[in-house]
């Protein structure tokens, strides 16, 4: 969806340093997601939000943080990023009921 | 807790026939959405269709149709005339009053 950025597009970073990624959306919708893909697991949704400062957690939020300060983003900050958070990040966005649309997704590399 | 699944890891067809993607889900909920998406190598996923469970009319887009079987559970996804612009990871996916949950995905191949 040409509505939904992420930034970075690739990070290799370090075991111990944090990382933020940042979901920038023009579209307005009220819900926000952050998932995660592996191999093997499909999608599995870390944290989303319902509205500006309101988020809850996903099936797999250990080590994950979120923030919403803004309509339009979003981002996922891990505090001290571990080999195994290694993997492919997307946003994405929707109304209450309805399909949720993605962001183009961050390769992110925990060496 | 809502649970979807693929029981195809992996499937072929050559280019031009069809094929059928299976997909089931578990859930106690009567109303809710039911999706296939499509992920090729660029990563991007790409929304090919949607259900809603209380239309008893499969869902049809093109190519792209549904086979919706709300007593059973399933929910199957077949590409007629296939392309090779089909070969991609193909996700389904259910929601009701919660964010998307997904299968573990599809990958399907197109013989030239």
């Known amino acids: 969806d040409a509505g939904i950025t992420q930034s970075p597009r690739h990070k290799v970073t370090e075991t111990g340093t944090p990382v933020t990624l940042r979901c920038h959306q023009t579209?307005?919708?009220?819900?926000m997601y952050w998932y995660r893909q592996d191999p093997g697991h499909g999608l599995r949704l870390i944290h989303y939000?319902?509205?500006?400062?309101?988020?809850d957690k996903g099936e797999v939020s250990d080590g994950y943080s979120v923030s919403r300060s803004k309509t339009e983003d979003f981002l996922l900050t891990l505090e001290s990023a571990t080999s195994s958070q290694t993997s492919v990040y997307f946003c994405a966005c929707g109304g209450g009921y309805n399909e949720q649309f993605f962001g183009p997704g961050t390769r992110l590399t925990v060496l | 807790a809502q649970t979807v699944t693929q029981s195809q890891p992996e499937m072929s067809v050559q280019e031009a026939e069809t094929v059928t993607l299976s997909c089931t889900y578990d859930?106690?909920?009567?109303?809710?959405?039911l999706f296939w998406y499509k992920q090729p190598p660029s990563r991007q996923m790409i929304l090919v269709i949607r259900?809603?469970?209380?239309?008893?009319q499969n869902a049809t887009e093109n190519r792209f149709s549904v086979n919706f079987q709300k007593a059973a559970k399933s929910f199957s996804l077949k590409i007629s005339d296939s392309q090779l612009g089909d070969a991609a990871m193909y996700f389904c996916a259910y929601k009701q009053n919660t964010p998307l949950v997904f299968g573990k995905g599809t990958r399907l191949s197109v013989i030239a």
């Open positions: 859930t106690s909920e009567s109303d809710y959405y």
């Open positions: 259900q809603e469970a209380y239309k008893q």
């Open positions: 579209e307005n919708h009220r819900y």
């Open positions: 939000s319902y509205g500006v400062k309101d988020t």
